[in-house]
């Protein structure tokens, strides 16, 4: 079976430790004040298939390409 190669996504860079760290700290008391205004979570996709792009604004729009 042929092995599948992963590529970061152009624009997209990983967080990698330590980084990963510093990210929770902030993402942890920027839920507990944004909490405390009364404000909820809201989780978006983060990447989304060409397939649903081509369907809506056709094959060679600048969307699609890049």
Known sequence: M????FYAVKGMPDVMPPQTRRWQAIETTARRIF????????????AEPTEM????????????EK
């Open 53 to 64: 792009f081509r369907r809506g604004v056709g094959e060679t729009s600048s969307i699609v």
């Open 35 to 46: 909490s405390s205004f009364g404000f909820e979570e809201i989780r978006t996709p983060i």
């Open 2 to 5: 042929a092995q599948k190669k």
